[in-house]
Protein backbone atom coordinates (compact mmCIF):
# COMPACT_ATOMS: atom_id res chain seq x y z
CA UNK A 1 0.00 0.00 0.00
CA UNK A 2 0.99 3.53 -0.95
CA UNK A 3 1.46 5.60 1.70
CA UNK A 4 -0.78 8.79 2.14
CA UNK A 5 2.02 11.26 2.19
CA UNK A 6 3.67 9.82 -0.70
CA UNK A 7 2.77 12.31 -3.13
CA UNK A 8 4.56 15.21 -0.90
CA UNK A 9 7.79 13.95 -0.53
CA UNK A 10 9.48 16.54 -2.85
CA UNK A 11 7.23 18.97 -1.35
CA UNK A 12 9.94 21.68 0.42
CA UNK A 13 9.71 25.51 2.11
CA UNK A 14 11.57 26.91 -1.00
CA UNK A 15 12.20 25.39 -4.73
CA UNK A 16 15.83 26.82 -5.06
CA UNK A 17 18.04 24.32 -5.92
CA UNK A 18 22.29 24.25 -5.50
CA UNK A 19 22.52 26.05 -9.11
CA UNK A 20 21.85 29.11 -6.46
CA UNK A 21 25.29 29.01 -5.64
CA UNK A 22 26.69 29.20 -9.68
CA UNK A 23 24.59 31.95 -10.11
CA UNK A 24 25.70 33.99 -6.49
CA UNK A 25 29.19 33.09 -7.82
CA UNK A 26 28.61 34.74 -10.62
CA UNK A 27 27.22 37.49 -8.72
CA UNK A 28 30.56 38.03 -7.27
CA UNK A 29 32.16 38.99 -10.95
CA UNK A 30 29.00 41.08 -11.57
CA UNK A 31 29.69 43.29 -8.83
CA UNK A 32 33.47 43.74 -8.97
CA UNK A 33 32.33 44.87 -12.64
CA UNK A 34 29.78 47.38 -11.23
CA UNK A 35 31.74 48.60 -8.28
CA UNK A 36 34.23 49.92 -10.95
CA UNK A 37 31.49 51.15 -13.17
CA UNK A 38 30.10 52.81 -10.11
CA UNK A 39 33.37 54.74 -9.17
CA UNK A 40 34.06 55.33 -12.55
CA UNK A 41 30.83 57.22 -12.93
CA UNK A 42 31.53 59.44 -9.68
CA UNK A 43 35.27 60.45 -11.51
CA UNK A 44 33.19 61.15 -14.33
CA UNK A 45 30.83 63.63 -12.39
CA UNK A 46 33.43 65.57 -11.12
CA UNK A 47 35.73 66.20 -14.09
CA UNK A 48 32.20 67.29 -16.17
CA UNK A 49 31.59 69.57 -13.36
CA UNK A 50 34.90 70.80 -13.17
CA UNK A 51 35.34 71.55 -17.45
CA UNK A 52 31.11 72.88 -17.26
CA UNK A 53 32.10 75.83 -14.28
CA UNK A 54 35.72 75.78 -14.30
CA UNK A 55 37.46 74.90 -17.62
CA UNK A 56 39.81 72.72 -15.69
CA UNK A 57 40.69 69.09 -16.92
CA UNK A 58 40.71 67.93 -13.51
CA UNK A 59 39.62 65.37 -10.76
CA UNK A 60 39.54 67.80 -7.86
CA UNK A 61 36.73 68.92 -5.49
CA UNK A 62 35.68 72.38 -6.54
CA UNK A 63 32.43 73.89 -5.56
CA UNK A 64 29.64 75.00 -7.76
CA UNK A 65 29.42 78.49 -5.78
CA UNK A 66 32.94 78.99 -6.83
CA UNK A 67 32.59 79.10 -10.64
CA UNK A 68 33.88 82.41 -12.19
CA UNK A 69 31.17 82.19 -14.51
CA UNK A 70 29.13 84.37 -12.88
CA UNK A 71 25.25 85.32 -14.80
CA UNK A 72 27.45 83.00 -18.16
CA UNK A 73 26.64 79.79 -15.89
CA UNK A 74 22.86 79.82 -16.84
CA UNK A 75 23.93 78.59 -19.60
CA UNK A 76 25.67 75.31 -19.27
CA UNK A 77 22.62 73.54 -17.94
CA UNK A 78 21.70 74.61 -21.89
CA UNK A 79 24.61 73.29 -23.37
CA UNK A 80 24.98 69.92 -21.21
CA UNK A 81 21.13 68.97 -22.30
CA UNK A 82 21.71 69.47 -25.94
CA UNK A 83 24.62 67.03 -25.53
CA UNK A 84 22.36 64.50 -23.66
CA UNK A 85 18.93 65.09 -26.40
CA UNK A 86 22.03 64.21 -29.36
CA UNK A 87 23.37 61.55 -27.51
CA UNK A 88 19.55 59.95 -27.12
CA UNK A 89 19.11 60.76 -30.13
CA UNK A 90 21.35 58.95 -31.84
CA UNK A 91 22.78 56.99 -29.26
CA UNK A 92 20.08 55.27 -27.30
CA UNK A 93 16.90 56.61 -26.58
CA UNK A 94 16.94 54.20 -23.38
CA UNK A 95 19.49 56.67 -21.66
CA UNK A 96 16.31 59.58 -21.05
CA UNK A 97 14.89 59.26 -18.16
CA UNK A 98 16.34 58.25 -14.06
CA UNK A 99 16.98 54.34 -14.51
CA UNK A 100 14.83 52.94 -12.11
CA UNK A 101 11.96 52.62 -14.36
CA UNK A 102 13.72 51.78 -17.41
CA UNK A 103 15.56 48.54 -15.24
CA UNK A 104 11.83 47.88 -14.36
CA UNK A 105 11.13 47.56 -17.93
CA UNK A 106 13.77 45.05 -18.95
CA UNK A 107 13.17 43.08 -16.16
CA UNK A 108 9.23 42.71 -16.58
CA UNK A 109 9.02 42.91 -20.28
CA UNK A 110 12.29 41.95 -21.90
CA UNK A 111 13.87 39.41 -20.52
CA UNK A 112 16.27 41.24 -18.45
CA UNK A 113 18.26 42.52 -21.85
CA UNK A 114 20.15 45.80 -21.56
CA UNK A 115 22.60 46.24 -24.85
CA UNK A 116 26.19 47.50 -24.06
CA UNK A 117 24.88 50.89 -25.65
CA UNK A 118 23.37 51.46 -21.83
CA UNK A 119 25.92 50.41 -19.91
CA UNK A 120 28.48 52.97 -21.72
CA UNK A 121 26.04 55.70 -22.60
CA UNK A 122 24.09 56.30 -19.64
CA UNK A 123 26.80 56.75 -17.06
CA UNK A 124 28.28 59.21 -19.79
CA UNK A 125 25.40 60.74 -20.03
CA UNK A 126 24.04 61.21 -16.49
CA UNK A 127 27.80 62.41 -15.68
CA UNK A 128 27.22 65.51 -18.58
CA UNK A 129 24.16 66.35 -17.36
CA UNK A 130 24.82 66.36 -13.64
CA UNK A 131 28.41 67.89 -13.88
CA UNK A 132 26.26 70.54 -16.11
CA UNK A 133 24.49 71.62 -13.03
CA UNK A 134 21.57 68.70 -13.69
CA UNK A 135 19.49 68.80 -9.87
CA UNK A 136 20.05 65.02 -9.56
CA UNK A 137 21.91 62.03 -7.89
CA UNK A 138 24.11 59.69 -9.38
CA UNK A 139 21.80 56.50 -7.93
CA UNK A 140 19.58 55.99 -10.65
CA UNK A 141 21.87 55.97 -13.79
CA UNK A 142 24.47 53.53 -11.82
CA UNK A 143 21.37 51.29 -11.26
CA UNK A 144 20.72 51.37 -14.48
CA UNK A 145 24.72 50.83 -15.90
CA UNK A 146 25.26 47.84 -12.47
CA UNK A 147 22.25 46.46 -14.52
CA UNK A 148 23.62 46.72 -17.84
CA UNK A 149 26.54 45.15 -16.80
CA UNK A 150 24.63 42.35 -14.98
CA UNK A 151 22.65 41.78 -17.61
CA UNK A 152 25.60 41.68 -20.51
CA UNK A 153 27.31 39.37 -18.30
CA UNK A 154 24.53 36.76 -17.87
CA UNK A 155 23.84 37.15 -21.62
CA UNK A 156 27.12 36.07 -22.60
CA UNK A 157 26.24 32.67 -20.30
CA UNK A 158 23.77 30.10 -20.80
CA UNK A 159 20.86 31.12 -18.10
CA UNK A 160 17.13 31.28 -17.44
CA UNK A 161 15.52 34.58 -17.80
CA UNK A 162 15.03 34.53 -13.72
CA UNK A 163 18.74 33.94 -13.53
CA UNK A 164 19.30 37.24 -15.70
CA UNK A 165 16.73 38.91 -14.07
CA UNK A 166 18.87 38.03 -10.58
CA UNK A 167 22.19 38.89 -12.18
CA UNK A 168 20.96 42.19 -13.30
CA UNK A 169 19.34 43.62 -10.24
CA UNK A 170 22.66 42.11 -8.79
CA UNK A 171 24.52 44.49 -10.79
CA UNK A 172 22.24 47.22 -9.95
CA UNK A 173 22.43 46.53 -6.12
CA UNK A 174 26.16 46.44 -6.62
CA UNK A 175 26.40 49.97 -8.11
CA UNK A 176 23.67 51.77 -5.64
CA UNK A 177 26.20 50.06 -2.77
CA UNK A 178 29.40 51.47 -4.39
CA UNK A 179 27.87 55.25 -4.52
CA UNK A 180 26.17 55.17 -0.44
CA UNK A 181 28.30 52.56 1.00
CA UNK A 182 24.48 51.38 1.47
CA UNK A 183 24.69 47.52 1.36
CA UNK A 184 21.30 46.50 2.95
CA UNK A 185 19.04 49.59 1.65
CA UNK A 186 20.59 47.94 -1.68
CA UNK A 187 19.13 44.31 -1.03
CA UNK A 188 15.95 46.04 0.43
CA UNK A 189 15.77 48.21 -2.89
CA UNK A 190 15.81 44.67 -4.66
CA UNK A 191 13.24 43.24 -3.09
CA UNK A 192 10.73 45.97 -2.64
CA UNK A 193 11.22 47.56 -6.54
CA UNK A 194 13.37 45.36 -8.49
CA UNK A 195 12.97 41.76 -8.17
CA UNK A 196 9.61 41.19 -8.45
CA UNK A 197 9.60 37.95 -5.97
CA UNK A 198 10.86 37.29 -2.66
CA UNK A 199 12.81 33.72 -3.22
CA UNK A 200 16.29 32.73 -2.16
CA UNK A 201 17.54 31.99 -6.07
CA UNK A 202 16.83 35.92 -6.56
CA UNK A 203 17.96 37.11 -3.00
CA UNK A 204 21.31 35.27 -1.91
CA UNK A 205 22.90 36.22 -5.22
CA UNK A 206 21.68 39.99 -4.85
CA UNK A 207 22.78 39.29 -1.12
CA UNK A 208 26.50 38.20 -2.41
CA UNK A 209 26.66 40.96 -5.05
CA UNK A 210 26.18 43.87 -2.81
CA UNK A 211 27.86 42.43 0.03
CA UNK A 212 31.25 41.90 -2.14
CA UNK A 213 30.71 45.72 -3.60
CA UNK A 214 30.34 46.59 0.08
CA UNK A 215 33.78 45.11 0.96
CA UNK A 216 35.26 45.92 -2.42
CA UNK A 217 34.73 49.62 -1.60
CA UNK A 218 35.86 49.58 1.92
CA UNK A 219 39.51 47.93 0.12
CA UNK A 220 39.48 51.07 -2.26
CA UNK A 221 39.10 53.44 1.06
CA UNK A 222 35.93 54.89 -0.27
CA UNK A 223 34.03 56.81 2.88
CA UNK A 224 31.43 54.91 4.86
CA UNK A 225 28.82 55.93 6.37
CA UNK A 226 29.00 58.98 3.79
CA UNK A 227 26.43 61.28 6.27
CA UNK A 228 27.79 60.53 10.14
CA UNK A 229 24.95 61.77 12.17
CA UNK A 230 24.97 60.55 15.99
CA UNK A 231 21.59 62.35 17.23
CA UNK A 232 18.63 60.62 18.36
CA UNK A 233 15.52 61.42 20.33
CA UNK A 234 13.52 59.88 23.36
CA UNK A 235 10.64 58.30 22.52
CA UNK A 236 7.68 59.46 24.21
CA UNK A 237 3.97 60.25 22.95
CA UNK A 238 5.02 63.35 21.82
CA UNK A 239 7.98 62.24 19.99
CA UNK A 240 5.59 59.91 18.43
CA UNK A 241 3.56 62.21 16.99
CA UNK A 242 6.16 64.31 15.35
CA UNK A 243 7.14 61.05 13.86
CA UNK A 244 3.65 60.42 12.67
CA UNK A 245 3.66 64.33 11.63
CA UNK A 246 6.72 64.08 9.49
CA UNK A 247 5.33 60.84 7.58
CA UNK A 248 2.42 62.57 6.67
CA UNK A 249 4.05 65.74 5.59
CA UNK A 250 6.35 63.59 3.37
CA UNK A 251 3.50 61.65 2.19
CA UNK A 252 1.93 64.73 1.08
CA UNK A 253 5.28 66.00 -0.47
CA UNK A 254 6.06 62.67 -2.15
CA UNK A 255 2.69 63.03 -3.96
CA UNK A 256 3.15 66.87 -5.02
CA UNK A 257 6.55 66.09 -6.22
CA UNK A 258 5.33 62.69 -8.59
CA UNK A 259 2.47 65.24 -9.67
CA UNK A 260 4.80 67.48 -10.63
CA UNK A 261 7.20 65.94 -12.74
CA UNK A 262 4.17 63.99 -14.71
CA UNK A 263 3.07 67.49 -15.29
CA UNK A 264 6.07 69.04 -16.79
CA UNK A 265 6.10 65.33 -19.05
CA UNK A 266 2.49 66.21 -20.06
CA UNK A 267 3.24 69.67 -21.04
CA UNK A 268 6.67 68.81 -23.02
CA UNK A 269 4.83 66.13 -24.58
CA UNK A 270 2.66 69.31 -26.12
CA UNK A 271 5.34 70.92 -27.86
CA UNK A 272 5.76 70.90 -31.54
CA UNK A 273 9.46 70.25 -31.33
CA UNK A 274 11.17 67.14 -31.60
CA UNK A 275 11.60 65.11 -27.91
CA UNK A 276 15.54 66.26 -28.13
CA UNK A 277 15.40 69.29 -28.06
CA UNK A 278 13.33 69.07 -25.21
CA UNK A 279 16.48 69.21 -21.99
CA UNK A 280 17.45 72.15 -23.79
CA UNK A 281 14.34 74.01 -22.20
CA UNK A 282 14.90 72.07 -19.07
CA UNK A 283 18.13 73.43 -19.06
CA UNK A 284 17.27 77.57 -19.42
CA UNK A 285 14.90 76.35 -15.91
CA UNK A 286 17.80 74.75 -14.64
CA UNK A 287 20.19 77.57 -15.33
CA UNK A 288 17.87 80.37 -14.01
CA UNK A 289 17.62 78.32 -10.88
CA UNK A 290 21.30 78.24 -9.95
CA UNK A 291 21.24 81.79 -10.00
CA UNK A 292 18.75 81.56 -7.56
CA UNK A 293 19.99 79.02 -5.24
CA UNK A 294 23.35 77.56 -6.61
CA UNK A 295 22.73 75.02 -4.01
CA UNK A 296 19.83 73.35 -6.30
CA UNK A 297 22.33 72.41 -8.53
CA UNK A 298 24.17 69.21 -8.90
CA UNK A 299 24.66 66.12 -6.40
CA UNK A 300 24.03 68.28 -3.80
CA UNK A 301 25.75 66.10 -0.99
CA UNK A 302 26.99 69.33 0.82
CA UNK A 303 23.60 70.25 1.35
CA UNK A 304 22.81 66.76 3.26
CA UNK A 305 25.67 67.20 5.33
CA UNK A 306 24.83 70.81 6.46
CA UNK A 307 20.87 69.28 7.23
CA UNK A 308 22.38 66.56 9.19
CA UNK A 309 24.30 69.52 10.87
CA UNK A 310 21.69 71.69 11.98
CA UNK A 311 23.44 74.56 9.67
CA UNK A 312 20.23 75.16 7.27
CA UNK A 313 17.73 77.46 8.78
CA UNK A 314 14.33 77.73 7.72
CA UNK A 315 14.32 80.40 5.15
CA UNK A 316 17.24 79.20 3.64
CA UNK A 317 15.93 75.21 3.60
CA UNK A 318 12.53 76.44 2.05
CA UNK A 319 14.08 78.41 -0.93
CA UNK A 320 16.29 75.09 -1.04
CA UNK A 321 12.94 72.96 -1.43
CA UNK A 322 11.22 75.19 -3.85
CA UNK A 323 13.60 76.31 -6.15
CA UNK A 324 15.28 72.09 -6.23
CA UNK A 325 11.37 71.11 -6.70
CA UNK A 326 10.93 73.11 -9.39
CA UNK A 327 14.12 72.50 -11.51
CA UNK A 328 13.93 68.86 -10.67
CA UNK A 329 10.66 68.50 -11.69
CA UNK A 330 10.70 70.20 -14.92
CA UNK A 331 14.53 68.67 -15.77
CA UNK A 332 13.01 65.13 -15.10
CA UNK A 333 10.16 65.50 -17.30
CA UNK A 334 11.99 66.77 -20.07
CA UNK A 335 13.25 63.78 -20.44
CA UNK A 336 17.52 64.55 -19.81
CA UNK A 337 19.30 61.99 -17.89
CA UNK A 338 19.62 61.83 -13.81
CA UNK A 339 18.61 59.93 -10.62
CA UNK A 340 15.43 60.58 -8.02
CA UNK A 341 16.87 59.12 -4.81
CA UNK A 342 19.52 62.61 -3.62
CA UNK A 343 17.11 64.47 -4.82
CA UNK A 344 14.33 63.26 -2.58
CA UNK A 345 16.44 63.42 0.11
CA UNK A 346 17.50 66.99 -0.54
CA UNK A 347 13.49 68.06 -0.93
CA UNK A 348 12.74 66.03 2.25
CA UNK A 349 15.42 66.82 4.33
CA UNK A 350 14.83 70.76 3.56
CA UNK A 351 11.07 70.22 4.43
CA UNK A 352 12.11 68.91 7.89
CA UNK A 353 14.49 71.56 8.69
CA UNK A 354 11.41 73.99 8.24
CA UNK A 355 9.00 72.05 10.58
CA UNK A 356 11.67 71.42 12.89
CA UNK A 357 10.60 74.73 14.51
CA UNK A 358 7.24 73.35 15.38
CA UNK A 359 7.88 70.09 16.34
CA UNK A 360 8.97 68.03 19.25
CA UNK A 361 12.62 69.09 20.41
CA UNK A 362 14.94 66.86 19.47
CA UNK A 363 18.75 66.84 18.25
CA UNK A 364 19.55 69.12 15.15
CA UNK A 365 19.17 67.37 12.02
CA UNK A 366 17.52 64.55 13.55
CA UNK A 367 14.07 66.18 11.91
CA UNK A 368 15.64 67.01 8.57
CA UNK A 369 16.98 63.38 8.50
CA UNK A 370 13.37 61.96 9.01
CA UNK A 371 11.81 63.90 6.43
CA UNK A 372 14.78 62.89 4.38
CA UNK A 373 13.56 58.88 4.58
CA UNK A 374 10.15 59.24 4.70
CA UNK A 375 10.11 61.04 1.62
CA UNK A 376 12.53 58.61 -0.28
CA UNK A 377 10.24 56.11 1.08
CA UNK A 378 7.03 57.35 0.05
CA UNK A 379 7.80 58.67 -3.10
CA UNK A 380 9.37 55.58 -4.18
CA UNK A 381 6.53 53.18 -2.27
CA UNK A 382 9.80 51.08 -0.48
CA UNK A 383 9.33 52.13 3.12
CA UNK A 384 11.96 49.50 4.48
CA UNK A 385 14.61 50.72 1.51
CA UNK A 386 14.21 54.14 3.05
CA UNK A 387 14.70 52.84 6.38
CA UNK A 388 17.59 50.90 6.16
CA UNK A 389 19.14 53.75 3.72
CA UNK A 390 18.85 56.50 6.35
CA UNK A 391 20.26 54.40 8.66
CA UNK A 392 23.66 52.97 6.60
CA UNK A 393 24.20 56.48 5.37
CA UNK A 394 24.70 58.09 8.90
CA UNK A 395 25.62 54.40 10.82
CA UNK A 396 23.18 55.24 13.18
CA UNK A 397 21.12 52.12 14.05
CA UNK A 398 19.25 54.00 17.31
CA UNK A 399 16.58 56.03 14.46
CA UNK A 400 15.34 52.66 13.79
CA UNK A 401 11.97 53.05 15.31
CA UNK A 402 11.50 57.04 14.77
CA UNK A 403 12.50 55.98 10.77
CA UNK A 404 10.17 53.75 10.27
CA UNK A 405 7.40 55.39 11.90
CA UNK A 406 7.73 57.88 9.66
CA UNK A 407 8.67 56.03 6.58
CA UNK A 408 5.65 53.57 6.79
CA UNK A 409 3.28 56.58 7.50
CA UNK A 410 4.21 58.35 3.97
CA UNK A 411 4.02 55.08 2.36
CA UNK A 412 0.56 54.84 3.80
CA UNK A 413 -0.27 58.73 2.34
CA UNK A 414 1.06 57.81 -0.70
CA UNK A 415 -0.67 54.15 -1.53
CA UNK A 416 -4.00 55.50 -0.29
CA UNK A 417 -3.34 58.65 -2.25
CA UNK A 418 -1.71 57.62 -5.63
CA UNK A 419 -2.35 54.78 -7.89
CA UNK A 420 1.44 54.62 -8.82
CA UNK A 421 4.67 55.67 -7.73
CA UNK A 422 7.13 57.99 -9.76
CA UNK A 423 9.11 54.85 -11.15
CA UNK A 424 5.55 52.44 -11.80
CA UNK A 425 3.82 55.34 -13.27
CA UNK A 426 6.46 55.92 -16.35
CA UNK A 427 6.13 52.01 -17.03
CA UNK A 428 2.45 52.49 -16.74
CA UNK A 429 2.30 55.46 -19.32
CA UNK A 430 3.86 53.17 -21.52
CA UNK A 431 1.13 51.06 -21.67
CA UNK A 432 1.83 48.29 -18.96
CA UNK A 433 0.37 47.16 -15.59
CA UNK A 434 2.52 46.48 -12.66
CA UNK A 435 1.14 44.81 -9.27
CA UNK A 436 3.83 45.16 -6.52
CA UNK A 437 1.62 43.27 -4.51
CA UNK A 438 3.94 40.00 -3.37
CA UNK A 439 1.40 37.05 -2.01
CA UNK A 440 1.31 33.08 -1.94
CA UNK A 441 -0.55 31.68 -4.89
CA UNK A 442 -3.38 30.30 -3.03
CA UNK A 443 -2.63 27.21 -5.35
CA UNK A 444 0.28 26.50 -3.53
CA UNK A 445 -2.08 26.16 -0.22
CA UNK A 446 -5.11 24.30 -1.36
CA UNK A 447 -5.40 21.10 -2.01
CA UNK A 448 -6.92 18.63 -4.79
CA UNK A 449 -9.90 17.34 -1.76
CA UNK A 450 -10.67 20.38 -0.60
CA UNK A 451 -12.42 21.72 -4.47
CA UNK A 452 -13.14 18.37 -5.86
CA UNK A 453 -16.48 16.80 -6.75
CA UNK A 454 -16.53 14.36 -4.50
CA UNK A 455 -20.28 12.68 -5.87
CA UNK A 456 -18.57 11.59 -9.94
CA UNK A 457 -21.04 10.66 -12.20
CA UNK A 458 -18.77 8.17 -14.40
CA UNK A 459 -19.80 5.47 -17.09
CA UNK A 460 -18.76 1.76 -17.21
CA UNK A 461 -15.55 0.11 -19.42
CA UNK A 462 -18.39 -1.99 -20.94
CA UNK A 463 -20.60 0.76 -22.60
CA UNK A 464 -19.92 0.66 -26.47
CA UNK A 465 -18.97 3.26 -28.84
CA UNK A 466 -22.83 3.98 -29.61
CA UNK A 467 -24.26 3.85 -26.24
CA UNK A 468 -21.02 6.60 -25.01
CA UNK A 469 -22.18 9.05 -28.17
CA UNK A 470 -25.83 8.28 -27.11
CA UNK A 471 -25.52 9.50 -23.56
CA UNK A 472 -23.06 12.31 -24.21
CA UNK A 473 -26.05 13.87 -26.44
CA UNK A 474 -29.12 13.17 -24.19
CA UNK A 475 -30.90 16.17 -22.97
CA UNK A 476 -30.27 15.43 -19.56
CA UNK A 477 -26.77 14.74 -19.41
CA UNK A 478 -25.20 17.46 -17.71
CA UNK A 479 -21.53 18.02 -17.62
CA UNK A 480 -19.21 17.95 -21.06
CA UNK A 481 -16.89 15.00 -20.32
CA UNK A 482 -16.93 11.75 -17.81
CA UNK A 483 -14.43 9.59 -16.61
CA UNK A 484 -14.44 5.78 -17.40
CA UNK A 485 -13.68 3.38 -14.73
CA UNK A 486 -13.73 -0.73 -14.68
CA UNK A 487 -15.33 -3.01 -12.53
CA UNK A 488 -12.91 -2.38 -10.51
CA UNK A 489 -13.43 1.45 -10.30
CA UNK A 490 -10.17 2.31 -12.02
CA UNK A 491 -9.76 4.91 -14.41
CA UNK A 492 -9.28 3.80 -17.51
CA UNK A 493 -9.63 7.12 -19.27
CA UNK A 494 -11.74 10.19 -20.05
CA UNK A 495 -14.55 10.63 -22.35
CA UNK A 496 -16.31 13.85 -24.29
CA UNK A 497 -17.72 14.26 -27.51
CA UNK A 498 -14.04 15.28 -29.51
CA UNK A 499 -13.08 11.97 -28.42
CA UNK A 500 -16.30 9.97 -29.64
CA UNK A 501 -15.80 12.12 -32.94
CA UNK A 502 -12.48 11.12 -33.26
CA UNK A 503 -12.97 7.32 -32.56
CA UNK A 504 -15.89 7.31 -35.40
CA UNK A 505 -13.93 9.17 -37.91
CA UNK A 506 -11.39 6.72 -37.13
CA UNK A 507 -14.00 3.73 -38.13
CA UNK A 508 -14.21 2.39 -34.78
CA UNK A 509 -17.24 -0.10 -35.13
CA UNK A 510 -19.95 1.41 -33.12
CA UNK A 511 -20.13 -1.50 -30.46
CA UNK A 512 -17.26 -1.30 -29.49
CA UNK A 513 -16.67 -1.01 -26.00
CA UNK A 514 -15.04 2.32 -24.10
CA UNK A 515 -12.51 -0.41 -22.46
CA UNK A 516 -11.36 -1.42 -25.36
CA UNK A 517 -11.21 1.86 -27.63
CA UNK A 518 -8.78 3.21 -23.95
CA UNK A 519 -6.96 0.09 -23.35
CA UNK A 520 -3.35 1.19 -23.52
CA UNK A 521 -4.10 4.83 -23.28
CA UNK A 522 -2.04 6.87 -21.11
CA UNK A 523 -4.37 8.80 -17.89
CA UNK A 524 -3.40 11.98 -16.47
CA UNK A 525 -4.50 11.51 -12.53
CA UNK A 526 -5.09 13.69 -9.92
CA UNK A 527 -4.76 13.01 -6.16
CA UNK A 528 -6.88 14.41 -2.72
CA UNK A 529 -3.41 15.22 -1.03
CA UNK A 530 -1.92 17.28 -4.38
CA UNK A 531 -1.60 20.67 -4.75
CA UNK A 532 -3.55 23.20 -6.63
CA UNK A 533 -0.20 24.56 -8.14
CA UNK A 534 0.89 20.70 -9.85
CA UNK A 535 -2.75 20.22 -10.49
CA UNK A 536 -3.05 23.42 -12.73
CA UNK A 537 0.46 22.26 -14.51
CA UNK A 538 -1.20 18.43 -15.35
CA UNK A 539 -4.33 20.54 -16.45
CA UNK A 540 -2.20 22.29 -19.20
CA UNK A 541 0.56 19.71 -20.34
CA UNK A 542 -2.63 17.32 -20.97
CA UNK A 543 -4.45 20.20 -22.69
CA UNK A 544 -7.72 19.22 -20.74
CA UNK A 545 -10.58 20.55 -18.78
CA UNK A 546 -10.91 17.88 -15.87
CA UNK A 547 -9.17 15.37 -13.91
CA UNK A 548 -10.28 12.47 -12.55
CA UNK A 549 -8.62 12.19 -8.99
CA UNK A 550 -7.76 8.87 -7.32
CA UNK A 551 -7.31 7.30 -4.16
CA UNK A 552 -3.15 6.86 -3.88
CA UNK A 553 -3.61 3.80 -1.52
CA UNK A 554 -6.01 1.96 -4.48
CA UNK A 555 -6.30 4.01 -7.44
CA UNK A 556 -10.31 4.10 -6.90
CA UNK A 557 -12.18 6.53 -8.27
CA UNK A 558 -12.30 9.36 -5.67
CA UNK A 559 -13.21 13.12 -7.22
CA UNK A 560 -13.43 14.99 -10.34
CA UNK A 561 -11.94 18.36 -10.53
CA UNK A 562 -11.63 20.98 -13.31
CA UNK A 563 -10.60 24.49 -14.25
CA UNK A 564 -13.30 25.75 -12.90
CA UNK A 565 -12.35 24.31 -9.75
CA UNK A 566 -9.02 26.04 -9.27
CA UNK A 567 -11.06 29.69 -10.16
CA UNK A 568 -13.48 29.11 -7.43
CA UNK A 569 -9.85 29.04 -4.89
CA UNK A 570 -8.89 33.02 -6.65
CA UNK A 571 -12.40 33.94 -5.77
CA UNK A 572 -12.87 33.29 -2.56
CA UNK A 573 -9.27 34.62 -1.97
CA UNK A 574 -10.82 37.95 -3.31
CA UNK A 575 -14.25 37.37 -1.17
CA UNK A 576 -11.89 37.02 1.81
CA UNK A 577 -10.09 40.41 1.40
CA UNK A 578 -13.82 41.75 0.42
CA UNK A 579 -16.79 40.82 2.40
CA UNK A 580 -16.08 41.41 5.93
CA UNK A 581 -18.13 39.53 9.13
CA UNK A 582 -17.43 40.33 12.86
CA UNK A 583 -16.45 36.54 14.26
CA UNK A 584 -17.14 37.29 17.74
CA UNK A 585 -20.22 39.30 19.07
CA UNK A 586 -20.74 39.36 22.99
CA UNK A 587 -23.15 42.21 22.34
CA UNK A 588 -25.45 40.95 19.67
CA UNK A 589 -25.55 37.18 21.42
CA UNK A 590 -26.26 38.25 24.77
CA UNK A 591 -29.24 40.47 23.51
CA UNK A 592 -30.67 37.44 21.73
CA UNK A 593 -30.52 35.30 24.85
CA UNK A 594 -32.05 37.82 27.08
CA UNK A 595 -34.56 38.25 23.91
CA UNK A 596 -34.78 34.33 24.18
CA UNK A 597 -35.87 34.52 27.83
CA UNK A 598 -38.22 37.60 27.89
CA UNK A 599 -41.88 36.30 28.47
CA UNK A 600 -43.88 36.37 24.87
Same mark, same amino acid.
Given at each position: ????????????????????????????????????????????????? !??????????????????????????????????????????????????????????????????????????????????????????????????????????????????? $????????????????????????????????????????????????????????????????????????????????????????? +?????????????????????????????????????????????????????????????????????? $????? +??????????????????????????????????????????????????????????????????? !????????????????????????????????????????????????????????????????????????????????????? +??????????????????????????? $??????????????????????????????????ANVSHLPVVSREDDRLVGYVGWKDLMRVRSKKQAEERDRSALLSFGARRKA????????
Amino acid at each position: MKSAHAGNGHLRDFTTDPRVLIIAAIAVVVATAGLFAGIVLLKLIRLAT !NIAYFGQFTLAELRLEDTPLGLAAVIVPVIGALIIGLMARFGSEKIRGHGIPEAIEAILLGRSRLDAKVAVLKPLSSAISIGSGGPFGAEGPIIMTGGAIGSLIAQMLPVSDNER $KTLLVAGAAAGMTTVFGTPIAAIMLAVELLLFEWTPRSFIPVAVAAIVAEVERTLLHLPGPIFPFSGSMEASVAGLGGWVLVGIASGLL +SGLLTQLVYACEDAFQKLPIHWMWWPMIGGVVVGIGGLIEPQALGVGYDNIANMLDGRVVAAAALTLLVV $KAIIW +SVALGSGTSGGVLAPLLIMGGAMGAVLAGILPEATPGFWPLLAMAATMGGTMRAPLTATFFAVELTG !NTHLLVPLIAACATAHAVTVLLMKRSILTEKVARRGHHLVREYRVDPFVLTRVREVMTSKVESVPAAMTLHGAAAFLTAPETRHP +SFPVIDENGHVLGVIDPPAILRWRRAG $KHRKTTLGELLAGSKVTLAYPDEYLEGLSDKLLTANVSHLPVVSREDDRLVGYVGWKDLMRVRSKKQAEERDRSALLSFGARRKAQQSASDPA
